[in-house]
């Protein structure tokens, strides 16, 4: 997506998503499993809402 964002497939359970994690190409990202901290945003195109995911922060699965 673009040269400097990646557009991720991400699935917790049997619930899967898309998601954009701008700059996320500039990045090396950790091996899975992750912890992801995002904001959803709403977005409105010729009168049609939709949410999407956008990624803030990806770091290596840390057991509480």
Known sequence: MGTNHLKLFMRQGMVERDAIFFNGAERELPNPPWDIAFTIDRNVYR???????????IRSHREM
Do not use: V
């Open 47 to 57: 009168g049609r809402a939709s949410l999407s995911i956008s990624i803030q922060e």
